[in-house]
């Protein structure tokens, strides 16, 4: 079974009433209900109002993948939590980043860069399948429509990507790297653009199944116990000995 854990803020469904008519049950309800679907899934679904902002060392301990779906409350998750989390994906634990969840603090500090990105309101967009035979693009045609998203435009600053899966394209022009997959450590990453609050992008069938892939592929091979390198303990004690 691979256990699936998936964050959210928890903050537009519950102040304003039109997120909360898409997703009565909050984004992670939503996202948590089509991934129980999967016989080899065990989903859980916590937010930030969560006991230690739902991410104790117990349930990252038992998470293989944790999703990860915020917006406007990234500073509110404490360096330390969001270094847990980094931590975990490091030994192993499987990573994905879910629409402005580019600028969450365990993003950012896996990427190194700032994440950001040319961004405006509701538009057309077409994600391109450029990487057909990737395990995360299964079942997943040559192209496939979302007639409303919020638009997210190059440059996006990430690292050069292992793999770019998606290509988003939008009614106005701009283009997206939409889905990319990174590894840390251990640990695998993908972070895949659709998914603004005010529309039903996590009920579009074909969303639904680049996140079950994206699970499939994210979840753990090999883990590790802890990193045991001398130079992860301290580098500034081993300069110091020299
Ligand atoms: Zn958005």
């Known amino acids: 079974m691979i256990r699936v854990t998936v964050w959210n803020e928890f903050y537009h469904e519950t102040v304003n009433e039109e997120v909360r008519k898409i997703y009565p049950e909050g984004i992670h309800g939503a996202i948590k209900a089509f991934l129980s679907e999967e016989e080899d899934f065990t989903v859980r679904a916590v937010t930030m109002s969560d006991p230690e902002f739902g991410l104790s060392e117990e349930i ?20 330390a939590v969001a270094a847990r989390v980094k931590e975990r994906v490091l030994k192993g634990m499987g990573f994905i980043g879910l629409h402005s969840a580019h600028l969450c603090k365990p993003f950012t500090m896996l990427m190194g860069t700032s994440c950001g990105l040319r961004w405006r309101d509701n ?23 979302l007639d409303h998203e919020e638009m997210y435009g190059e440059y996006f600053d990430i690292p050069v990507p292992e793999d770019i899966i998606f290509l988003g394209w939008f009614k106005g022009g701009e283009v997206f790297r939409s889905g990319c997959t990174f590894r840390r450590g251990y640990g695998k990453i993908f972070y895949f653009q659709p998914g603004h609050e005010e529309h039903p992008t996590y009920y579009n069938p074909n969303v639904q199944k680049i996140i079950k892939n994206a ?19 301290s580098p500034e004690k081993l300069l110091a000995e020299k």
């Open 60 to 79: 990252l301990n038992s998470t293989d993948v944790l999703i990860w779906w915020a917006h406007v409350k990234h500073g509110e998750v404490p360096d």
């Open 123 to 145: 538009d057309r967009e077409r994600i391109w399948n450029v990487n057909p035979s990737h395990p995360i693009a299964k079942g997943i045609g040559d192209y496939f429509e």
């Open 215 to 233: 699970v499939r592929w994210t979840a753990p091979v090999n883990t590790r116990a802890a990193i045991d390198s001398p130079w992860a303990e």
